[in-house]
Nanobody, 117 residues
């Protein structure tokens, strides 16, 4: 089973930046979409950003202009550059891979991002 490992979370002041990275335990050729989700206490998990294997990126309205997703499908890695962070960005961030061949999606274990005001 594929494991996704996230890194780069931490504590930052409002206005600061963090870069999250996610790598698969093995190279995968059937990835269709790579994405980042987040879940704050008491809230449902929500999509933050995603990128398809054709290079099409999608962002939640709340992060447009501040976050940038980049993916290397040949290496099965995906990053999320987060700038101008706000306290409301505080959450556990999860990376996710969806596959075009019907394989169940993969999820990382989550990395905490905390933005102080």
């Amino acid at each position: 089973q594929v494991q996704l490992v996230e890194s780069g979370g931490g504590l930052v002041h409002a206005g600061g930046s963090l870069r999250l990275s996610c790598a698969a335990s093995t190279s995968i050729s059937s990835i269709y979409v790579m994405g980042w989700y987040r879940q704050a206490p008491g809230n449902e998990r929500e999509l933050v950003a995603s990128i398809t294997n054709s290079g099409s990126a999608n962002y939640a309205d709340s992060v447009k202009g501040r976050f940038t997703i980049s993916g290397d499908f040949s290496k099965s890695t995906v990053d999320l550059q987060m700038n101008s962070l706000k306290p409301e960005d505080t959450a556990v961030y999860y990376c996710n891979f969806y596959y075009w061949n019907g394989r169940p999606p993969s999820w990382g274990q989550g990395t905490q991002v905390t933005v102080s005001s």
